[in-house]
């Protein structure tokens, strides 16, 4: 079992390098499915929930050729098989998306039932609910979504609650349905325009994503493109809180900093100086950080996927703060574990009131999700002491190369596989 281990109390400095958007890059590669020429996808973020992806989609029968790590061209002409089960596949959230792919392209999809992490409960009922709309019928049964329709008919659907992953499906089914197809209420997520300007690339007909209604005019055939994904939001964002939470001062480069808002806006509250470039922001620390309120909210409020990062900062911020989870119910499952490291917090229903300390104490942790595990690593790099952060394959699945990218900022950081590994780190930092 691999794990973080860290030492303390280095404070990050210098520049930083963001790969392309994970969620972005998972529906990307779903949609490339829907043409029978080849798709060229770069800025390909190197990362597990990818990987896993990709091999699904190569035993759809798709040719898969990925070119390097951040590069990769599909093919779904070879696609013979609309099933995807596998012990991997199950693991990732969004292999939700090879529905609305696969029923948009074949109107024929069967995928084994989303999981993710444990974040709290994640229904489909909106992708389910949008498919139907358009005439598929969808059966849950034996762990498998199976959705089948004669011909997709574009339909107008309004979302109850706003979702990510249900917009970016209902569009990609659309995208190929017959007619047009309006989804109100729709969520305005910067993956959401990428999604829908890589599918336009290939031919589709999407408008007013980034707004709350958008507008899909099917289109009989998709074609070719070569697309570049957009920056990770949330992994620029996890830098500038590290940045902040250890007095550092680190330029976050090849972002946009327009989706970098909400992080800025409450790291400035924090007491962070923050410059903004064309295509970087960098983060100034203060000596110490003010508390301050966040809420999460779906794009533009502040991302939940930012959530356990912020709190770490406030956790070690002066005064007191509250964090209000408002998207997923379970995303305090990190506070037992800072409560370790010293952090005085306490949750109350979806509110977590954070009394700053002056520090946190190295301990060993447990990686509870993919941003609570790099929350975590943070709080270990603001900390006195050693930390080690078991788990850490669900850091992985978001973020590539995280301790390689922390030790050029100055971080001492390292990746163990054995306890032996990890005695020869302590004795070598100590
Ligand atoms: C996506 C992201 C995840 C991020 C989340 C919110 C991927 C692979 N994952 O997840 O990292 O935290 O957006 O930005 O891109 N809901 C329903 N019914 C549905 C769908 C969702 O009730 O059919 C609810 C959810 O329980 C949640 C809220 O809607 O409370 C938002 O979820 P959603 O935006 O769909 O998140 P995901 O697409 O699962």
Known sequence: MEQYVIKGGHTLHGEVEIGGAKNAALAILAAATMTDETVTIENLPDVRDINVLLQAIEELGAKVNRMSPHKVSINGSFIRSYCVDNEFIRKIRASYYLIGALLGKYNNAEVALPGGCDIGSRPIDLHIKGFKAMGAEVEIAHGLVAAKAEKLKGTHIYLDKVSVGATINIMMAAAMAEGKTVIENAAKEPHIVDVANFLNSMGANIR??????????????????????????????????????????????????????????????????????????????????????????????????????????????????????????????????????????????NVAIISGIKKYTGARVNAPDLRAGAALVIAGLAGEGITVVDDIHYVERGYEHLEEKLRKLGAVIDKVSSEKELHKFILKVS
């Open 208 to 349: 007013g994503a980034g707004t709350d209604v958008i507008r899909i005019v099917g289109v009989s055939k998709l074609h070719s493109t070569e697309y570049a994904v957009i920056p990770d939001q949330i992994e620029a964002g996890t830098f500038m809180c590290a940045a902040a939470a250890t007095g550092g001062d680190v330029l976050v480069k090849n972002v946009i900093p327009k989706h970098l808002e909400a992080t800025s806006a409450k790291l400035i509250e924090a007491g962070c100086k923050i410059e903004e470039y064309d295509d970087a922001v960098r983060v100034i620390a203060p000596k110490r950080l003010t508390h301050t309120q966040v809420t999460t909210l779906p794009y533009p409020g502040f991302p939940t996927d930012m959530q356990p990062q912020m709190a770490v900062v406030l956790g070690i911020a002066e005064g007191t703060s509250t964090v209000t989870e408002s998207i997923f119910e379970n995303r305090f499952k990190y506070v037992d574990e800072l409560t370790r490291m010293g952090a005085t917090i306490k949750v109350e229903g």
